[in-house]
């Protein structure tokens, strides 16, 4: 048996044994360059950056392209820090589930330091305000998910926190975006040194929204006169400070007890997982799909590693734009939200089984080729239709996957409207093109309504995901039942009239009527959602072969 503590240079026969690769490089010298010259820092500690950067970083580590590790800045949850980096001397075994059944297995120790950053811990608060000061630090990376960025409500006004954030000034901000413009304000304040801060969120234009967010705290503080007008002048100059836009794409999801058992098997002793108290499911191990992808706008103004010898696709913003908005708004993430919302209505556990019911694989097919493809630009880089393609006959139907509807669905409203409001809004704008004419969109919109009633297609109770807007949103379905007379217009208009949620009124564009209609019927009784798929695949859908 071997465990992530034990040292790979002596045990490599053991880790070999296991079928464990490990590094080519000795984690202590990479743990000394990285206090002593940091390079990269990531916020965000969970399961997609210990299956995906960390590797990224590994595979340049092994190569001897970079000397300095990753500093981790977890912002979320101190847990993670305590029980998953800390207890494990930052070491990750990265576990990538083929679709042939197989499991690959890699010790990353790419990590050179983790922390908890938040204002109320000093150490590490202290600690990455210092590495923000140090000119040798070359870029910032994030995960954090769409709310980590979110600034204002339902209503595009500022909550509480980011107002908190602007008024008490640059030394303890809560939010995440006020804890980074802190981190900035003082590099600007020691050296003004050029950095990029670089976010590989999930949702389109993500470097856009880092910027805006930031910029949203920076010119609150001036115009309260904590900061002055040379930190704006530093943020906004390209010289200086940039925020590259990129595409990430690799399904990563929580630890698997199936994966558990079979490193157990193997002879791996740190299978077991972590449930953290603020619901982060995490272990010493990640498991992920092999498909992977990452497009990053080339705009370091202070320097980079070659991320291109890594796998890393560098590019013009414009390019990166079209391979993001092919991928979420178009060629996955459409696709992935539906089956979520529909797989929690009809009870099922896992994405890949969803594929083997012919109506829901009709719809996300009608979904991605009908609705969403026209509409996309061709990146170049990535073929659209032939990212749909492996996408439906072999990312999402694999067995060895163990991602559940459950997990996809949590903040589903912050999603939306990138990953249906932007194909909305491309056909509003296009002449040749009628946004009445859309029957799979209003369908998914509509099963997500129905989803917030927490009611499954069998009439029982379900726990919702988390998503931020749940306790605005649910109160306007939670009164109906299955099979009664309901104003459904009266419920939804709240819903469906919001611009928040989906770039647009969909009353004054026409689309709401639909909605509201799909939604209707799913609320007939007792197994309606599933009929109304079927009935809508069957009367509205094309005949998509397998």
């Not at 690799?250 to 698997?256: D, E, H």
């Not at 010493?284 to 890594?310: S, W």
């Not at 991605?368 to 509409?375: A, N």
């Amino acid at each position: 048996m071997v465990k992530l503590t034990d040292d790979y240079v002596a045990k490599q026969a053991e880790f070999e044994a296991a079928g464990i690769k490990v590094p080519n490089y000795l984690q202590e010298e990479v743990i000394t360059e990285t206090e002593k010259t940091p390079i990269w820092v990531h916020f965000g500690g969970g399961n997609l950056f210990r299956c995906f950067h960390s590797v990224i970083a590994q595979q340049l580590l092994n190569e001897g392209k970079l000397k300095s590790g990753i500093i981790v800045a977890e912002t979320y949850d101190e847990q993670v820090i305590d029980d998953i980096y800390h207890a494990y001397n930052n070491r990750i075994l990265s576990v990538t589930m083929g679709s042939d059944g197989s499991l690959e297995k890699e010790l990353v120790a790419s990590v050179g330091r983790s922390t908890f950053y938040n204002a109320d811990y000093p150490t590490g608060w202290q600690y990455l305000t210092e590495v923000f000061e140090n000119p040798s630090l070359q870029f910032a990376t994030f995960s954090i998910t769409e709310k980590g960025y979110a600034l204002r409500d339902i209503n595009g006004n500022l909550t509480q926190a980011a107002q908190a954030d602007i008024a008490d000034g640059t030394k303890h901000p809560k939010t995440n975006m006020g804890a980074v413009a802190h981190l900035l304000y003082a590099r600007y304040l020691r050296n003004q040194a050029p950095i990029a801060m670089v976010s590989t969120d999930n949702f389109s234009e993500n470097g856009a929204r880092l910027e805006s967010a930031i910029m949203t705290i920076a010119k609150g503080w001036l115009k309260k006169g904590f900061v002055e007008k040379g930190f704006i002048d530093y943020l906004t100059d390209p010289k200086k400070v940039t925020f590259p836009w990129s595409m990430i794409d690799r399904i990563t999801p929580n630890p698997a007890e199936s994966v558990a058992a079979r490193l157990k098997a193997d002879g791996f002793e740190d299978y077991q997982i972590v449930h953290t108290a603020k619901h982060t499911n995490i272990a010493p191990f990640g498991n992920t799909e092999e498909t992977h992808y990452l497009v990053i706008e080339d705009n370091f103004p202070n320097g980079r590693p070659p991320l291109e010898d890594a796998g890393v696709l560098l590019a013009k913003r414009e390019t990166v734009n079209d391979a993001d908005q092919m991928k979420v708004t178009a060629c996955l993430n459409p696709l992935h939200t539906a089956l979520a919302i529909f797989g929690n209505l009809l009870g099922y556990t896992s994405i890949w089984e969803e594929t083997e019911n012919p109506d829901l694989l009709a719809l996300i097919k009608n979904l991605g080729y009908r609705e969403d493809l026209p509409v996309v630009k061709d990146p170049k880089i990535l073929n659209p239709r032939k990212f749909i393609d492996q996408l439906i006959t072999k990312r999402l139907p694999n067995k060895n996957i163990p991602d559940t509807p459950q997990r996809i669905a949590s903040d589903t409203s912050q999603k939306i409207p990138v990953r249906y409001g932007v194909t909305i809004q491309h056909y509003l704008d296009a002449d040749d093109r009628n946004v009445r004419e859309l029957e799979f969109i209003p369908l998914v919109l509509a099963g997500w309504c129905r989803y917030l009633m927490g009611i499954d297609d069998n009439g029982k109770a379900f726990e919702l995901s988390r998503d931020p807007m749940l306790p605005e949103l649910q109160p306007y379905v939670k009164d109906i039942k299955l099979g009664t007379n309901v104003d459904v217009h009266q419920h939804l208009q709240p819903i469906l009239s919001n611009h928040e949620i989906f770039g647009n009124d969909l009353y004054e564009i026409g689309l709401a009527g639909k909605v509201e209609n799909y939604f209707a019927k799913m609320i007939t009784g007792p197994k309606a959602v599933a009929e109304t798929i079927q009935q809508t695949v069957a009367e509205k859908g094309f005949n998509f072969s397998k």
